[in-house]
């Protein structure tokens, strides 16, 4: 079956910095790529769709000059958290589309951020 | 945008079984999932309806109904491990997914 990585799994940062998160496809090549984010005892928020080599969409409310992300291949996505503040901290999760005639979204594993 | 409504948690005994509801209002339809979440996990996908009526997959079911709006997950021959929130997730044409706020299922020996 498809499987999505994500790295890191966690980090911790202190309030200010930036954190940069990994989505990659391991065998498969995804168009599009998805980015969630979860805060406890809540679903998963879209935050952006991802498509490869053009600008990502974001879903409304979220800014996107502090949720930079990039889909430069495709089997990768990033997403940049800059200027990180303790509110921002939460569980990222990346997803990618699967091929043409597969309805499935592949979910990664998550990244925990806690800013600090 | 969409609306999409499920309980918020559910309790139920080792070996029954137990049905979950989702509700959901769209401005575009292209189906609908279930996910099953433990804690601190990402979602792993449990089913997938597009056209009306039952999907069974072992243990669990997923039923859709378009024209209501309605979808359910029965969950059969329940097991500890079962134990986990339970997202139902509605799909529009941009292949975007919008999620439920989940249901916790509680599974007691």
């Known amino acids: 079956g498809a499987v999505v990585s994500q790295h890191p799994s966690w980090v911790i940062c202190k309030s200010g910095t930036s954190v940069k998160i990994e989505c990659r496809s391991l065998d498969f090549q995804a168009t599009t790529m998805f980015w969630y984010r979860q805060f406890p005892k809540q679903s998963l928020m879209l935050m952006a769709t991802s498509n490869e080599g053009s600008k990502a969409t974001y879903e409304q409310g979220v800014e996107k000059d502090k949720f930079l992300i990039n889909h430069a291949s495709l089997t990768l996505s990033t997403l940049t958290v800059t200027s990180a503040h303790p509110e921002d901290s939460s569980f990222y999760i990346c997803?990618?589309?699967?091929?043409?005639?597969?309805?499935?979204?592949?979910f990664g594993p998550g990244t925990r951020l806690t800013v600090t | 945008g969409q609306n999409i409504d499920q309980p918020t948690e559910m309790t139920a005994t080792e070996g029954a079984i137990v049905q979950i509801n989702c509700t959901y209002q769209?401005?575009?339809?292209?189906?609908l999932f279930w996910y099953q979440q433990h804690a601190g996990e990402a979602p792993t996908f449990l089913s997938y309806?597009?056209?009306?009526g039952l999907e069974e997959k072992g243990r669990f079911s997923s039923f859709l109904s378009r024209s209501k709006g309605y979808s359910y997950l029965l969950l059969k021959e329940l097991q500890m491990k079962d134990s986990a929130s339970y997202l139902c997730a509605v799909r529009d044409g941009d292949y975007k997914l919008s999620f439920g706020a989940g249901t916790t299922v509680t599974v007691r020996a």
């Open positions: 997803s990618a589309k699967g091929l043409a005639g597969d309805h499935e979204q592949y």
């Open positions: 769209t401005s575009g339809f292209n189906g």
């Open positions: 309806n597009v056209l009306d």
